[in-house]
């Protein structure tokens, strides 16, 4: 069982930068890879980025690549989202999650995504991002 909680989310303007973070609580939080998903109002939750359990491999979609960073410090039970260059349309709820399976890669995360049913999630923090 992992429990996850984020942080960091709030209001900025376009061009702003905020730094989330998923604390987690479990012995076994370096085994799992994590991921960022995000859901804005109206629309399907997506998968905004994944990393590797030792973080060596990390992917991103399309639309954040080259503005997002994700890392993780396995010491600190840590996930973090480093966003920069915000843009209105990164508005939305920001999730982190683990796949039940431990088993999981990160890859297998990013292209295929994630269940509710199928992930630990955190409750999420809200990102709004204004022109």
């Known amino acids: 069982q992992v429990q996850l909680g984020e942080s960091g989310g709030g209001s900025v303007q376009a061009g702003g930068s905020l730094r989330l973070s998923c604390g987690a609580s479990?012995?076994?939080?370096?085994?799992?890879?994590l991921g960022w998903f995000r859901q804005a109002p109206g629309t399907e939750r997506e998968v905004v980025s994944s990393?590797?359990?030792?973080?060596?491999?990390?992917y991103y979609t399309d639309s954040v690549e080259g503005r997002f960073t994700i890392s993780r410090d396995n010491t600190k039970n840590t996930l973090y989202l480093q966003m920069n260059s915000l843009k209105p349309e990164d508005t939305g709820s920001y999730y982190c999650?683990?796949?039940?399976?431990?088993?999981?890669?990160?890859?297998?995360?990013?292209?295929?995504?994630?269940?509710?049913?199928?992930?630990?999630w955190g409750q999420g923090t809200q990102v709004t991002v204004s022109s």
């Open positions: 479990a012995n076994t939080y370096s085994s799992y890879c």
């Open positions: 999650a683990a796949p039940v399976d431990s088993d999981v890669l990160s890859a297998t995360l990013f292209y295929g995504g994630l269940a509710t049913s199928d992930g630990y």
């Open positions: 990393i590797s359990s030792n973080g060596r491999s990390t």
